[in-house]
RNA sequence: UGGGUUAUGGUGUAACGGUAGCACAACAGAUUUUGAUUCUGUUUGUCUAGGUUCGAACCCUGGUAACCCAACCA
């Protein structure tokens, strides 16, 4: 029985096109701007452009949108291109906006013989100033009625370098007084002596977005250029020069972005967090960047996974962050390497267990059999969390406490007996009694026990540092609180410890994910080396005792 | 005082004039050598006021709210 998924708005308009034969196949491109790195927003994109065309005949290109020399660079464009198979997916062609100059000029040039177009030499102020408000109308420039051949002479000394920056302009004519302010004559190149990173010199002038996107998409022939909702008010201006060029009509169709609770996703706001230091780079954890989620340890799958459950609308939305994070675990459970590592330690002495002996155990290394099993040394001294022992027990639990039984993951079953204490009053090691008849898997002891928790060997353990991230703001939505929104970072995103690993954990490769039993999802970082291991936390675990007592607390 | 877009549980998204469904979250229970996973169940919703209709989340009219538009950025 197949579950019938129902389609989003532009799965209809693609299934309508394709029905009615408009087209046979779609073509859909993924078109970002070389000037930084991408982020979630921009995941979603990549996945619902090229999720079209692995759902639907047809392919998906990848475009950069480079009509901007002065803050673009082929760093962004490597980074870009490693972000997007890292996802898991592939593009038909690699194409750049500039490999359209010339057309682009050459369409210029139609657009002033047919009396479409006129340079304008009235400066950036003058421009805005007779461009009236949304709520008036504009007036027309004197420049508005130059003839033809003065427009084609000045436009090719442009061209030829003859003018200054800022100088002169050349604008679109269209209706000075019109309701849409993008259609008040609007700028169409303008001039920039600047070098660009893949023509070089070779242009001066450089068109605008406006004159470089739908042209851009029409010269590939993209039948559904998909773009988020500000740029609802260019569709009108994408099909004027469309219409008035007679090139092949590429469609434009606009969704609503999404919005991460607890983060921030423009790239503004994403720079000013790498500048001013609050965050380690771009690539730090914390970061939605692809490249922080990455060194974080989310799986592409879980980004994918995600993007297909949040889906694709019109209206503003701020989706959860527990859902990203359920995809993650989701993922993660199903094929993360089980170890034991104890992140805040606390000394375990067997009072019965013999001096100097060392036992081999079997424990299991995944969520299934398939994973098989590794061996784990247990001796008489062994770390376990602080938080496994309660010198008070609380109501309901279930782990270590004066005179209280648990099972050691995979070994015996322990009782507590006593504790010891320094002068602060801080518990420094538990003493215990083992049960030798309760080993695992072999367990003829009888015993029943309610808790089962994680444990290292003292004398066997390695060290590792591990960092423990969490959300980077306090705020659901840092973006719309009063003031700015970095009063909004939450001090404690990372807190960093010296923890305990099982030795078998010396061997994991970068590409290793583990769930830290009881503790969560990590894996190496990329600063990670054999002398000074260190892990990331990815996600913890979903913690039902934690969320009860936290209430009732409340 | 203009133009455009959008309003469905706490969140995201379906229902295309005919039973308001799904997922996350929350809560409760069962299983569990991870208080995880898995399984079962519960709570919570059509912005508002009218109208058309046997029947309206959906169609019509009037409100309201949110977002976008006045860069030689994309």
Redesign the pocket.
């Known amino acids: 029985m197949s579950e019938e998924k129902?389609?989003?708005?532009l799965e209809?308009i693609i299934e309508t096109d394709l029905a009615g034969r408009k087209y046979d196949s779609i073509v859909t491109r993924f078109p970002p701007?070389p000037n930084g790195y991408l982020h979630m927003g921009h995941a979603t994109s990549i996945c619902l452009n090229f999720g079209l065309t692995k759902k639907y005949p047809g392919y998906t290109n990848l475009r950069f949108?480079d009509?901007?020399p002065v803050?673009e660079d082929t760093e962004f464009v490597e980074s870009i291109k490693e972000d997007i198979k890292w996802l898991g997916f592939e593009w038909k062609h690699e194409l750049y906006a500039s490999d359209y100059f010339d057309t682009m000029y050459e369409y210029a040039v139609t657009l002033i013989n047919k009396g479409l177009a006129y340079v304008e030499d009235?400066?950036?102020e003058e421009?805005?100033k007779l461009?009236g408000?949304?709520?008036e109308p504009g007036k027309n420039s004197a420049a508005r009625s130059r003839l033809v051949a003065e427009n084609l002479d000045l436009f090719t000394r442009m061209k030829n370098g003859e003018f200054a920056?800022?100088?002169k302009?050349l604008r679109a004519k269209i209706d000075m007084a019109h309701?849409?302010?993008?259609m008040r004559d609007p700028?169409i190149y303008?001039?920039k002596h600047a070098h660009h990173h893949r023509t070089g010199n070779k242009w001066c002038i450089?068109p605008?977005?406006d004159f470089a996107?739908g042209q851009s998409d029409s010269i590939e022939n993209i039948t559904h250029s998909i773009c988020t909702?500000?740029?609802?008010?260019?569709r009108e201006l994408y099909n004027w020069f469309i219409d008035k060029l007679e090139i092949y009509p590429s469609h434009q169709y606009e969704f609503?972005r999404r919005n991460l609770s607890y983060t921030v996703m423009s790239k503004r706001k994403l720079k000013q967090l790498v500048e001013e230091k609050h965050v380690a780079g771009w690539d730090d954890p914390r970061m939605p960047t692809i490249s922080g989620m990455r060194r974080r340890g989310f799986t592409p799958q879980s980004i994918r996974t995600f993007c297909d459950?949040?889906?694709?609308?019109?209206?503003?939305?701020?989706?959860?962050f527990?859902?990203l994070e359920?995809c993650l675990?989701?993922d993660l459970?199903n094929t993360a390497l089980?170890a034991m590592a104890v992140l805040d330690p606390l000394k375990l002495i067997i009072s019965n267990y013999e001096n100097g002996k060392t036992e081999e155990l079997q424990s299991e290394n995944g969520?299934d059999e398939a994973y098989g099993t590794r061996t784990i040394p247990f001796s008489k001294e062994l770390w376990i969390e602080r938080e496994d022992f309660m010198e008070v027990p609380a109501k309901?639990?279930?782990?270590f406490a004066p005179g209280a039984s648990v099972?050691l993951?995979?070994a015996y079953i322990l009782r507590c007996d006593t504790f010891d204490k320094d002068e602060n009053g801080k518990v420094t090691a538990i003493h215990c009694t083992y049960f030798p008849e309760s080993?695992?898997?072999s367990?003829t002891s009888g015993i029943a026990v309610k808790?089962?928790?994680h444990w290292v060997s003292a004398a066997h353990a390695a060290t590792a540092q591990v960092n423990m991230y969490d959300r980077l703001f306090k705020v659901e939505n840092p973006s719309s609180e009063d003031g700015d929104f970095k009063d909004y970072i939450n001090p404690d995103s990372l807190h960093v410890v010296q923890a305990y690993i099982e030795p078998s954990l010396l061997k994991a490769t970068p590409t290793d994910r583990f769930?830290f039993?009881?503790k969560g999802y990590f894996c190496l970082d990329k600063e990670s080396t054999p002398e000074h291991i260190i892990f990331n936390r990815t996600v913890t675990?979903?913690?039902?005792?934690m969320?009860?007592k936290k209430?009732t607390n409340e």
């Open positions: 129902s389609l989003n708005f209809e701007e949108d009509t901007n803050t009235a400066t950036a421009i805005a461009k408000t949304p709520t920056d800022g100088t302009t309701t849409n302010m993008l700028l303008r001039i450089y605008m977005y996107h909702l500000e740029f609802i008010p260019h609503a459950k949040v889906g694709i609308a019109k209206r503003e939305n701020i989706i959860d527990s859902l359920f675990r989701e459970n089980r969520p309901k639990w279930f782990r099972r993951k995979s080993k695992s898997g367990d808790g089962t928790i769930q039993l009881r675990l979903k913690d039902a005792w969320a009860g209430n």
